[in-house]
């Protein structure tokens, strides 16, 4: 089956600091998408990319859809304490695929 | 996007007792799914729901203890039958809208 490889799988960074991950795959996908989830809460879409190459921002995001179509990274610049949860990509074709997520701990 | 709400939004059950969960959006949609979330891990599929139709149950899901039912175009429901502490997770409905997937805010269920 399809699997993504979402690293790193944890970030201990100060406030301030710049956010760097990324998602691999050896499947060729239609979609990225990049979710935020808090604790007790649904993911929460970011960012969706549907063309390879495509670069997107949302605010202190920026996400880019890898050419090859096998991978997908997310920025985050100046992070701030709000920007603390767990973020998840996604590959979509005939459903989606998840990774196993980034813990983003900001230390103050 | 589209606004999604999940009811209950947590609940603690004994083994051997089932739990309906409802997905209810507030615009019709054509593509409805249902995920489990595990303690600590990533969103697994459970099933599509098609309405007028059967769900489509992913590998290592069945449906009599998966139960799901799509009624019409707004709203479904998830069963977790049979429960065990095994079952204790998310459950996490979502909505798909072209690529893209939209997630209501999970039923949190343990099982005692």
């Known amino acids: 089956g399809q699997q993504l490889n979402q690293s790193p799988q944890s970030m201990f960074i100060q406030e301030g600091e710049d956010v760097s991950m990324n998602c691999t795959s050896s499947?060729?996908?239609?979609?990225w998408l990049w979710y935020k989830q808090d604790p007790g809460e649904g993911p929460v879409l970011l960012i969706a990319?549907?063309?390879?190459?495509e670069l997107t921002s949302n605010g202190r995001l920026t996400a880019q859809f890898g050419i090859t179509r096998k991978d997908s990274f997310l920025n985050i610049s100046a992070s701030i304490p709000s920007d603390v949860g767990i973020y998840f990509c996604a590959g979509s074709r005939a459903g989606l695929t998840f990774g196993k997520g980034t813990h983003l701990i900001i230390q103050p | 996007s589209a606004v999604i709400s999940q009811k209950p939004s947590r609940d603690i059950c004994q083994r051997g007792t089932s739990l309906t969960i409802q997905c209810q959006v507030d615009?019709?949609?054509?593509?409805m799914f249902w995920y489990r979330q595990q303690p600590g891990q990533s969103l697994t599929l459970i099933a599509t729901?098609?309405?007028?139709?059967?769900?489509?149950?992913e590998s290592g899901f069945v449906i009599d203890k998966f139960p799901i039912s799509r009624p019409n175009l707004t709203f479904s429901t998830l069963t977790v039958s049979n429960m065990s502490p095994e079952d204790s997770s998310i459950y996490l409905c979502?909505?798909?809208?072209?690529?893209?997937?939209?997630f209501g805010p999970g039923t949190r269920l343990l099982v005692l």
């Open positions: 990319l549907y063309k390879a190459g």
């Open positions: 979502s909505v798909g809208l072209l690529e893209t997937q939209y």
């Open positions: 499947s060729i996908f239609n979609t």
């Open positions: 615009s019709q949609v054509t593509m």
């Open positions: 729901a098609n309405q007028g139709s059967e769900a489509t149950y």
